[in-house]
Antibody, heavy 118, light 107 residues
Framework: HLQLQESGPALVKPSETLSLTCGVF??????????WAWVRQSPGKGLEWIVS???????HYSPSLKSRVSVSVDTSKNQFSLRLSTVTATDTGIYYC??????????WGQGILVTVSS | DVQMTQSPASVSASVGDRVTITCRAS??????LAWYQQKPGKAPRLLIY???TLQSGVPSRFSGSGFGTDFTLTINSLQPDDFATYYC?????????FGGGTKVEIK
């Protein structure tokens, strides 16, 4: 069955760019008609949707984060990526990648904790 | 943006109880509503999509209902494995938005 795995640095300095990658296993991004998403969760808080993208690269963004978010898809590596620029402590949290199928997020990665600190 | 409001924020219940969680959307989302369960240290798990369709592998004691702006997640005969936090999410339009969560605790 489909599996997703986030990777990237656990610690990012304030004002720098957070970069994460989601590896997709047992499905092909290039042939998929699904959206692929990033969701985050601040410590002890609820879930916040960041972005959903197609393998073509077209995407929908959270309005509150749109100015700082960029996404990309590498079909040759079967992975998609998130970049969040000019981070502050409020960007600290667990970042999840997920498949966004018919609106719902049906498969999730295990999540990666990213701390923004100097 | 569609605002999602869940209630209650927390509920204390015993094994075997029926638990009902409500989710209200600030505008109609048709049946584009999903429910998730999250346990500490784990990723959310999809329970229900399209307001009432049970995701594969989810026990039948979970059920969802509603349309438009008002939705309900019901857990019949609460089991020890069900103590967790539950979130609703609207899928009618971008940006996708989640409710604030409902924590189901052991009484």
């Amino acid at each position: 069955h489909l599996q997703l795995q986030e990777s990237g640095p656990a610690l990012v300095k304030p004002s720098e760019t957070l970069s994460l990658t989601c590896g997709v296993f047992n499905d092909s991004l290039s042939s998929s008609s699904s959206y692929w998403a990033w969701v985050r969760q601040s410590p002890g808080k609820g879930l916040e949707w960041i972005v959903s993208m197609y393998s073509s690269g077209s995407a929908h963004y959270s309005p509150s984060l749109k100015s700082r978010v960029s996404v990309s898809v590498d079909t040759s590596k079967n992975q998609f990526s998130l970049r969040l620029s000019t981070v502050t402590a409020t960007d600290t949290g667990i970042y999840y990648c997920a498949r966004n199928e018919v609106g719902a997020l049906d498969y999730w990665g295990q999540g990666i904790l990213v701390t923004v600190s100097s | 943006d569609v605002q999602m409001t869940q209630s209650p924020a927390s509920v204390s219940a015993s094994v075997g109880d029926r638990v009902t969680i409500t989710c209200r959307a600030s505008q109609g989302v048709s049946s584009w509503l999903a429910w998730y369960q999250q346990k500490p240290g784990k990723a959310p798990r999809l329970l229900i999509y399209a307001a009432s369709t049970l995701q594969s592998g989810v026990p039948s004691r979970f059920s969802g209902s509603g349309f438009g702006t008002d939705f309900t997640l019901t857990i019949n005969s609460l089991q020890p494995d069900d103590f967790a936090t539950y979130y609703c999410q609207q899928a009618n339009s971008f940006p996708l938005t989640f409710g604030g969560g409902t924590k189901v605790e052991i009484k």
